[in-house]
């Protein structure tokens, strides 16, 4: 009886926490919004790749370029490096 209820909450807490992560994407917690502008990303995409520039531009201060620029460049040298020992 007791295994029956701790089980049920759990699938209530998996389900609630489900409904606010669909909720949170809906509103659009990403909405559009760069920490570089646009053109700059693009640039930099096409130079460093997607996952480079996405990881510097989460670790650089806001509307920072040149920092994206060093640690998108920083990374995929340790990337390349890695994949070559």
Known sequence: ???D??????IQAFLITGVAVIGVKAIGSDSGHHSIPWEDKLRLIKE???WAVNRAEAFCPENDVAC???EAKRLIEVYRFRREA
């Not at 209820?5 to 759990?10: K, L």
């Open 1 to 3: 009886m007791q295994l």
């Open 5 to 10: 209820s701790i089980v049920g909450w759990a």
């Open 48 to 50: 460093y790749g997607t």
């Open 68 to 70: 994206v620029e060093r």
